[in-house]
């Protein structure tokens, strides 16, 4: 508490000394406004998180202070803010104008951002009463919180500054040049969950990771603007460095031996990649990325038109394992109304996505008890227990793909108080991996139709505001999981080295794709403000959606009217009450796991 008070009077004391110099001379003009006061909390540990997410909420009495200041001293022109309110929340801000020819603006600012604890209680769903040998089952699936009672939260801070700079030279055009800078700081503790069982999801650990990360960007680049009667046209470039890193060691966790819960031993060692030894998890790598972006964008007032092309190359690199990322995108639109009562837009977007496919060398210990004694999982020389598979594998990456868009919207003004909207866009992705039930290609047509209309009908003699609009989408071979799940039956084979089909054995045998996206869409909105007096309206809302896609058996529909009424006795205070229904259902195959029950 003292701490903070002195703070405060530490921050009036120079604001006052400055004001009082800056007052003596009459060639400078400053303004400035300072507001303290005292807050005070009270809240219970476990609505934290509920009712204060972003709130710092220290127990008791605290000081709290806020300033602001503007003037000139000759040419130059500032302004300022600041609010104290905690330690962890705290903002800044700053600006300079140097007759236009330097303009500098600084921020900063830091919050705290409580976060969850999942108790994991939910896993307790798949327990059960049963017995066997006159003993308990234990759970199918079971967990260990290392941390219960932990509150977990991340202080956020982020400092940015922009500095322009407007070339003072007789050119035909202007030009101005800016570098900009902006630090971003994450500090806390988070919640961190792994499988640390042998059959993976019937174990779950969860343990507290300590956050210490930081974004670093450089971003210089420059605008050069020509105008004149018969066209405006502005070219820009920009240039960007990002550093991102993680300072904090990642958490630890045990992996146990793999013994047989039965009591048959040690079978199981020979297909676990980690036991018997502490390891890291949750491990975030250092990146950094670099990005070129150019637009030129060009309008003719004579023919009310208006044309912007845009392009970007971007490439993040994974400065810990060696892999890159790269972006290109070129994007065009044209624009005009020269048409009376028409506005008219047009665009072609085109996306390539390149991430680097990684090769995965899997840990392959050999069994030491079982079937496969002195063999691994994959070696098939002593007969063949197992199915032979080889777990070493190259991750394609599913992001990669190339991406083509073109769409057309328009709007016209069919008379007074009645506008007419429309829109078209054609999409198609072309994915480098992951073919979708023999496909690669997934192709997206959206149509959209509206009317909006503002009447005054004679018995209230006040303007109603109404819309309605219809939404189609169809979608050929949307992304999907293929051979995601087994439908059918399944023949258990009885005696034999494992006597009975086996889990690996399920899952060759998977032939569902799985997916919940849609093929086709559908949408019907509708609403109406409807001003009952010069204080009092009501609205009037309903939105009908449904999605399906036959092939997978996936349905989804949803319908949802609402009711909402607005009164305001005075100028300064309204008061606003709404009644909300949603009725859905979906329809959807499901995969139940294994070990889940």
């Not at 005009?336 to 392959?364: C, K, Q, Y």
């Not at 227990?385 to 394609?396: G, K, T």
């Amino acid at each position: 508490m003292i701490k903070k008070i002195g703070i405060c009077l530490m921050v009036f004391v120079c604001i006052l000394f400055v004001s009082l110099s800056f007052s003596e001379e009459n060639n400078k003009d400053v303004n400035i406004k300072v507001k303290t006061g005292i807050h005070g909390v009270g809240v219970d540990g476990k609505t934290k998180v509920k009712v204060g997410e972003y709130d710092v909420l220290d127990t008791g009495v605290n000081p709290d202070v806020s300033f602001s200041l503007d003037g000139r001293i000759e040419n130059t022109y500032f302004s300022g803010e600041a609010t104290y309110y905690e330690d962890d929340d705290q903002q800044y801000s700053g600006n300079i104008d140097m007759q236009r020819y330097v303009t500098e603006e600084f921020s900063y600012y830091r919050f705290y951002h409580w976060l969850d604890h999942d108790p994991l209680t939910n896993l307790r769903a798949a327990a059960t009463n049963a017995k066997e040998g006159g003993k308990v089952i234990p759970p199918l699936v079971t967990y260990t919180d290392l941390e219960p009672s932990t509150e977990y939260g991340i202080m956020r801070s982020e400092m940015e500054s922009k500095t322009t700079v407007r070339v003072p030279m007789d050119l035909p055009f202007e030009l101005k040049a800016f570098f900009n800078y902006r630090k971003e700081m994450r500090k806390g503790r988070r919640q961190a969950l792994t499988m640390g069982g042998k059959c993976s999801a019937c174990h779950v650990v969860s343990n507290g990771k300590v956050i210490n990360e930081h974004i670093e960007d450089y971003n210089p680049g420059f605008v050069a603007t020509f105008r004149n009667k018969s066209v405006h046209a502005s070219f820009s470039y920009e240039f960007l460095d990002r550093k991102f890193g993680e300072d904090a060691l990642a958490p630890e966790i045990y992996y146990d031996d793999p013994v047989h819960p039965g009591g048959k031993g040690y079978i199981f060692d020979d297909r676990i990649q980690y036991q018997d030894a502490k390891l890291p998890y949750n491990q975030l790598p250092k990146s950094r990325k670099f990005s070129h972006k150019a637009k030129l964008n060009t309008y003719i007032p004579s023919m009310s038109t208006g044309m912007f092309l845009g392009g970007i190359y971007s490439r993040t690199e994974n400065e810990e394992q060696d892999l890159q990322f790269n972006l290109k995108s070129i994007f065009s639109r044209l624009s005009s109304s020269i048409i009376p009562g028409l506005a008219m837009n047009v665009h072609f977007r085109w996306l390539d996505l390149a991430n680097e496919s990684i090769f995965v060398d899997t840990n392959e210990p050999t069994g030491i008890a079982g079937p496969n004694a002195g063999h691994t999982y994959a070696d098939p020389s002593h007969g063949g227990s197992y199915n032979a598979n080889d777990p070493d594998f190259v991750r394609d990456s599913a992001m990669s793909r190339k991406q083509y868009e073109v769409g057309f919207d328009a709007a016209y003004l069919l008379m007074k108080g009645i506008t007419l909207r429309g829109s078209y866009l054609w999409k198609q992705i072309e994915r480098d991996h992951y073919y979708l039930s023999g496909e690669n290609e997934t192709e997206e047509h959206r149509l959209k139709l509206g009317i909006n209309a503002r009447f005054t009908p004679p018995i209230i003699k006040k303007p109603i505001r109404t819309s309605l609009s219809y939404k189609y989408q169809s979608i050929y071979a949307p992304f999907a999981n293929e051979n995601a799940a087994f439908v059918g039956e399944e023949s258990t084979i009885a005696g034999g080295p494992f006597n009975g089909t086996q889990y690996w054995e399920l899952q060759e045998m998977r032939n569902k794709t799985l997916t919940n996206l849609p093929t086709r869409r559908d949408e019907i909105r509708f609403d109406t403000t409807i001003p009952i007096l010069d204080r009092l309206s009501i609205t009037g809302f309903y939105r009908f959606m449904k999605e399906e896609n036959d092939s997978v058996g996936w349905k989804n529909w949803t319908h949802m009217p609402s009711i909402s009424l607005w009164y305001a006795p005075f100028d300064k205070l309204n008061f606003s009450m709404s009644y909300l229904y949603r009725h859905g259902k979906t329809t959807n195959p499901l995969c139940v796991p294994i070990y889940d029950g």
